[in-house]
């Protein structure tokens, strides 16, 4: 009001200019504000969402041997509904940024417990990067050195938690020092399972493998007439859980160590997944919503497990020969186990229900 209508049109485009400007200043810091965060400097913020997304996508085309050009297009396609302006997402950052750090927590066992669909469960969260094989460092390639150790690690992000898997970690004599010397902090996760049923899937395995195997009696008795286990078989030797953690407590306490259950990983993997998610300091991200039910199979499925089209699913694979094991057998090494079993119960402060 009060105003010419040149003086008002003069003023008007004094405005526009003005807000042209400030939406200049506002891209600038936008731009600024990416670049930092994308590099990891502001850790405290959160990042956008985007990072994850893409840094995840990366892991997962990784994996599966793709390109780097390929990965950035992919990347590019699923990030469409994001602002051309944002160059700065571009994955390669990650690669150019990223770095491999030792592992600062790892599955060390134990074998047919479920330690591959604990990692693959884990692999969902956009905060946990880990190796695909398995590398065997601290027990077999320890002499090629842990810089060695160190490139087989995936790139991680600030904030993100590098892993590796490898269950003969936990039965190794060397592995708790051997680990301890690398980083004392490190954190421990072993899958264990009823020693029974984990000796009777250990064997049905090496079965499939080598068909001419002696029987599971055979091979579990020292003597069958009076009953004396071999506790040299390592299908045996694996399920004494206290002796082996006896060992890794000589270095590391007790809360380093996790250990989830191989049943309720079945039964509830949504439960076991809060606590795994919970020991690692993460966010859980990783919850019921990613799983579902097979009625016909028994047993739970990932919704969208890492890099293959087809749901994975927990328990039995077809098709594998059952061997068929004297009940006797079983009761044998379940008497066998049950004293070892209650020690390690009263280690851990946690009662698995096998005894
Ligand atoms: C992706 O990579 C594969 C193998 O390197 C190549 O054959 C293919 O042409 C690439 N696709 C695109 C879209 O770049
Ligand atoms: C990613 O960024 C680099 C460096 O800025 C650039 O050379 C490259 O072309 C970018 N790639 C894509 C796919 O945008
Ligand atoms: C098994 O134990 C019985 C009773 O002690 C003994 O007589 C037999 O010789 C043993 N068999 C073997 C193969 O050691
Ligand atoms: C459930 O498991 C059965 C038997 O393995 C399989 O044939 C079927 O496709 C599975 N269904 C789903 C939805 O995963």
Known sequence: MGCSAGACALNLGHLKAQSKLSVFFTMILLFMYLFYCL??????????????????????????????????????????????????????????????????????????GGTRALLEFLRIHPDVRAVGAEPHFFDRFYEKGLEWYRTLMPRTLEGQITMEKTPSYFITKEAPRRVFSMDRHTKLIVVVRDPVTRAVSDYTQTLTKSPGLPSFQNLAFRNSTTGLIDTSWSAVRIGIYAKHLENWLRYFPLSKFLFVSGERLVTDPAGEMGRVQDFLGLKRVVTDKHFYFNQTKGFPCLKKPEGSSRPRCLGKSKGRPHPQIPAHVLLRLRDFYRPFNLKFYQMTGQDFGWA
């Open 39 to 112: 590099n990891g400097y502001c850790e405290s913020i959160p990042r956008p969402v985007y990072d994850h997304q893409s840094n995840h996508l990366q892991s997962r085309l990784q994996e599966e041997g793709l390109s780097a050009y390929n990965a950035s297009q992919l990347a590019r396609k699923t990030s469409h509904d994001l602002d051309n302006r944002l160059q700065p997402n571009n994955i390669s950052i990650a690669n150019i940024y990223g770095a491999r750090k030792f592992p600062q927590a790892i599955i060390i066992g134990v074998k047919k």
